[in-house]
């Protein structure tokens, strides 16, 4: 079945006693046993829950992995990643890594002895350069946040597979209906689903799905033991989300590539990066590797971090907000908002900065919206 139907029927049969179409909500705890020991598979809701259950089946799915791991959000799946670590190992992830991912591995993972590098993954000298013997894990996120930069899946888990790690790709920009990073050689896929699966900004939530059963099983044991997972009522809207998420993912690039080639073509606007237009560095892989260019644009408008600021209070229809992939456009200041935690460091982004969240209002009035932002030059 193709990716649209498996959104919409994989792990989602109407459920068996009443026929219901939709996967409820179950709200329990725990199960009734018919003899100690004996159940229909489901024992307490930490370990496994109906919804919840069926979020992890269609994620996987839509992956094409072995099976996934629904967590209460997108950092609680880094962190249940992080618990597969050991003291003295080494981990690479990207110089322009998400800023939670960066102070999870930098402020927390390095307490425990678990060492790591911040490397231009852009390339694959880069990540030859940031090896090292004890390297366990590779952590690339393509498109990268806020910056937009673009990894070449394939080639990293080529290099990341001689040298005996994993590679784990965070899929939230892209999604699985842009980007399949398992079948590009990825071990491990991370989601926000709080973002495009989700894609209606009311859930916090977050996934990893593993191409391996074995490897997924260890998750599973880690996921029992440590207790990151995600309710049965936001399980099912981010399943409600996932089941438009192919005319969403449309809808967005669609948008963002309209408004990208608008604000390039501007004189108000210094700079713009989006990896649809042909003049982001790394467009042609972005072509080669996306099915569609997601939704995501970032900005430099001319007058620096001032008028950055003042855009971005002046938009109507873009909320000046953090988060970003709902179906509203949201507008925001990296440098003063989502990546305040990497100031004075590698990942530090430039203080003027725009970052819009392009969501799926008509073009026409979102353009608009930006026109009148940006203002007299
Ligand atoms: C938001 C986000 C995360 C963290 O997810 P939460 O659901 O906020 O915990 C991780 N990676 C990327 C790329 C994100 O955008």
Redesign the pocket.
Known sequence: MEFETRAIHAGQDPEPTTGAVTVPIFATSTYAQSAPGKHAGYEYSRTDNPTRHALAEALASLEGGAGSIVTS??????SLIGWSLKPGDHVVIPDD??G??YRFFARVLARHGIEFTAADLTTAAGLQAALRPNTEIVWT?TP??PLLRISDIAVLSEITHEAGAALVV?N??ATPYLQQPLALGADLV??????YMGGHSDV???AIVAADLEVLEGLKFLENATGPVAGPFDAFLVLRGIKTLGVRMDRHSFNALMVARFLAADPRVERVIYPGLPSHPHHELAARQMKGFGGMVSFIPKGGPEKAASVSMNTELFFLAE???GVESLIEIPSAM?HMSVIGTALEVPADLVRLSVGIEHIDDLISDLDRALGSP
């Open positions: 959000s997108g950092m609680a799946a880094t890594a998400y939670g991912t996120e990268t946040n965070d939230t920009f991370v989601h926000s689903t709080t973002k916090v939530g977050g988060s970003l992939g989502t």
